[in-house]
């Protein structure tokens, strides 16, 4: 009688996808979906000089948004510059015969909303892009991580990836969340506890009643930020939830397709007794509205602290980094958080761009108005046209703020919308290191409502406060 050890999710998708292992014990996957979007333009340029063609463009979908204007998204960008990776996306599309969501199409809006809203993520597949939050499409119980640049090359020439196996690391989150603690809370509040380096080398497998207490779009939140705590990939362990969120979407299976799909979806559990190399539980009870106050994910306070005083810190290393980090963010030690003054607030990105996200901020502005520059990014064109025939539009444009079209927008600052230098941002996306968001700019990421709270005040706002 032969005996298996139990196996972790993650272990069963690496299992099927492993081609190979060679003596050095890297081993050769097998990529079942890969997204491209404008910045993959260097991998198609290596394929034409090594007079390579795509193997299997069906299993390629590009999309562009990290380029696109969210002022001008007709033109592509108004930018001139800025259009021509876009024009390369649509170019090497249309030569290797790929998928193209962009520009004007009715699917169009960022990758990583996109994937999922589209049904081409799905259970148990490995998912590949080159982009690093690509970990947020492991809300759904997937392998999906980010890539390099000849790593792209090499999906598009081959559908396979050379990779080293990471080890394993579950993070348990049980309890009741309390009243407007969301899934960025969560997220933030676990790095700030683990570290940005905590996850390093692993795959985080997200479990525990809290997990699985959020909705999808929470699920995404998550994982998106896995990067953000060092973590190779995030994902978490599909259920019934998955399966109602991927019904009849675009490219998930059909008919006795999906009832298959389901039966073996469901056979994609941890088992019991899977042992992980790394494990950390978290009271989910313990957590409070978060943001972060310097340049790193975990440097994360509840909204109801203080500032870091560096002359409390005994390691002179640590201590004269705080100051730095003090010093660019233009804080005071010591400083109560909900004193710090907001210049302009974006609310976007990959993070948190879903219409779960606009509906919270939304409960915020109603009635209210802006006292600073606030722009609303939807995360796609569907995402937009649902808010809008929600009202959610007249809802923020009345309260003073942008209502834009979809793309990456603020969060990364390469497509037109930047904060200004010395200028602090309220921001929903998931990085803060020192430019992130433009030249000289400071960065404090927070929950859509916290987010839309800082707006109406014009400073870091405790949201719950607006009842």
Known sequence: MSYSEPKTLFEKIWSRHEILTRDDGVSLLSIDRHLCHEGSFHAFDKLKMENRTVRCPELTVAIADHYVSTSFPEKGNEVEALRVPIEKLEINSKDAGIRLYGVGSNEQGIVHVVGPEQGLTIPGITLVCGDSHTATHGA???????????????????????????????????????????????????????????????????????????????????????????????????????????????????????????????????????????????????????????????????????????????????????????????????????????????????????????????????GKKALVPAIIVPGSTLIKEQAEAEGLDKLFTDAGFEWRSTGCSMCVGMNGDITPPGERCASTSNRNFKGRQGPGSRTHLMSPAMAAAAAITGRVTDARDFG
Not at 170 to 180: F, H, P, V, Y
Not at 225 to 236: F, L, T
Not at 335 to 360: A, H, P, Y
């Open 140 to 366: 759904f119980g997937c392998l999906a991580f980010g890539i390099g640049a000849s790593e792209v090359a090499h999906v598009l020439a081959t559908q396979t990836l050379w990779q080293t196996k990471p080890k394993t690391m579950r993070i348990n989150i049980n309890g009741s969340l309390s009243d407007g603690v969301v899934a960025k809370d969560i997220i933030l509040h676990l790095i700030s506890v683990i570290g940005a380096n905590g996850a390093s080398g692993h795959m985080i497998e997200y479990a525990g009643s809290t997990i699985r207490g959020l909705s999808m779009e929470g699920r995404m939140t998550i994982c998106n930020m896995s990067i953000e705590a060092g973590g190779r990939a995030g994902m978490v362990e599909p259920d019934q939830k998955t399966f109602d969120y991927l019904k009849g979407r675009k490219h998930a299976p059909k008919f006795k397709d999906w009832d298959l799909a389901i039966e073996d979806w469901k056979t994609l559990a941890t088992e019991p007794g899977a042992t992980f190399d790394k494990e950390v539980t978290v009271n989910a009870e313990k957590i409070a509205p978060s943001l972060t106050w310097g340049n790193s994910p975990e440097e994360t306070l509840p909204v109801t602290g203080y500032i870091p005083i560096p002359e409390d810190e005994a390691d002179i290393s640590k201590r004269e980094a705080l100051q730095s980090t003090l010093e660019y963010m233009g804080l005071a030690p010591g400083q109560k958080i909900t004193d710090i003054s907001i210049d302009r607030v974006f609310i976007g990105s990959c993070t948190n761009s879903r219409i779960e996200d606009l509906r919270s901020a939304a409960r915020i502005a109603q």
